[in-house]
């Protein structure tokens, strides 16, 4: 298709797309004139994909053409890695902080606790700590009394979201899904976070029993007790 | 204090701050002169509020304007809900497309089966739809076959995070609280996320073996036996 149809097929703006193809977060198309360029499918997907980590992932430019060239290589050994490695949100090479370098040790606390075998080279432990840091400056450590919890709820998501992309068919499959999967699926979690909260916030700023009797007193047959009297929660689906 | 002490103690150089200032994300200080004011310690904890919405949650000026109107609210009524509003991350108002009704659907499906009690203006819902069409527009809807163990998970995430909100004194600190938890801890909950599936991503692709007993035969004795091995999770901490 030429450039016109690719941009109709995809939403995204002639300019715009010359613009990623510049960038060289787009692959060439084929030349069938020394001025006009034909595109296929793979250049349909691959604008959603860079609109996918502009929009939801709202990632630096320079971010996304580093993730797909380690997408693009055709060397599969530790290309997942590779690939994902600089979505850990990492910003500079800077040595660490005295205060940093503390966090880290916590950090390497809590995947000593889980059994997580990490690289050394992995970004995420100093991405995990550079986070622990802050909320330590905001003065609500607090709010990270529960990381056993969180860490064992990453533990449930992750293997979710790798049982998903295992059923892919082919290595670069494989690897996008997986670049999706983390860009994406940060958003994904964000919003489903959201909604949990606004469901659970009555439970502990108490307006529970007004709101739930001012909408339909009869209610309470129909839909399961308020958490609150049921004690600890049981396993759903 | 005046504005280079505010500086120094934040680290945010003098003109960031009266952009700061002018943009009204930060409040005036005292007047102590026509052209002198003072600062104090609520200024610097603001300030490090800013810096990591802007940094850690990366936001657009405008909303951090938008959250702080509702921190500084002095009506308590509903006013953690006006405050993490808009930070659900929908971006516009426009009219939902088919597509989007349809996402809608699914959603609203998902929230039923979870019974959980969501305020129909909330923005959580537009937001979770807009999210799960960008994985069907990038044809990796299969990477949500596992969304109710995601919402499980969220709903774990979400009752030790209010748990943490919850020990706060006053009403001010909750609010703020819940906005460093919602922002910081999307980022918490991301870097957790990467670390799991560094952890996990042996199991489902195979370098498990090679890799545990290239780097230490004797290694099987002292560590858990590798998940595979050892089927379906117990509980941990």
Redesign the interface.
């Known amino acids: 298709m030429r450039v016109a149809e690719l941009s109709r097929r995809t939403g995204v703006p002639v300019p715009t797309i010359k613009f990623y193809l510049r960038e060289g977060v787009l692959p060439p198309g084929e030349l069938t004139s020394p001025n006009q360029a034909s595109y296929d499918e793979g250049h349909v997907?691959r604008l959603?994909?860079v609109r996918?980590m502009l929009e939801?992932g709202?990632l630096p430019i320079a971010t996304i053409r580093e993730v797909l060239r380690e997408v693009d290589d055709k060397d599969l050994h530790g290309r997942?890695?590779r690939t994902?490695y600089p979505?850990?949100?990492v910003k500079e090479n800077e040595p660490a902080s005295p205060a940093l370098a503390a966090a880290m040790t916590d950090v390497d606390a809590l995947?000593a606790?889980?059994?997580?075998?990490?690289?050394p080279v992995?970004p995420?432990?100093r991405?995990?700590a550079e986070?622990?840091l802050?909320?330590r400056?905001?003065?609500?450590a607090?709010?990270?009394?529960?990381i056993?919890?969180?860490?064992?709820?990453?533990?449930?998501?992750?293997?979710?979201?790798?049982?998903?992309?295992?059923?892919e068919r082919t290595a670069d499959d494989?690897v996008t899904?997986a670049v999706?999967?983390?860009v994406?699926?940060?958003?994904?979690?964000?919003?489903?976070?959201?909604?949990?909260?606004?469901?659970?916030?009555?439970?502990?700023?108490g307006e529970d029993a007004d709101a739930g009797a001012a909408r339909n007193p009869a209610d309470g047959e129909s839909?399961?007790e308020p958490r609150s009297k049921r004690g600890p929660?049981p396993?759903?689906?």
């Open positions: 997907r959603r994909l996918a939801v709202r997942l890695g994902l979505l850990a949100g995947i606790r889980w059994g997580w075998r990490i690289d992995s995420g432990r991405r995990l986070v622990m802050t909320f400056e905001l003065d609500v607090y709010l990270m009394t529960e056993d919890r969180y860490a064992q709820a990453a533990e449930m998501i992750a293997e979710s979201d790798l049982r998903g992309i295992a059923t494989v899904g999706i999967g983390t994406v699926g940060d958003a994904l979690q964000a919003a489903l976070r959201r909604l949990a909260h606004e469901h659970t916030s009555p439970r502990f700023f839909r399961p929660r396993g759903r689906p």
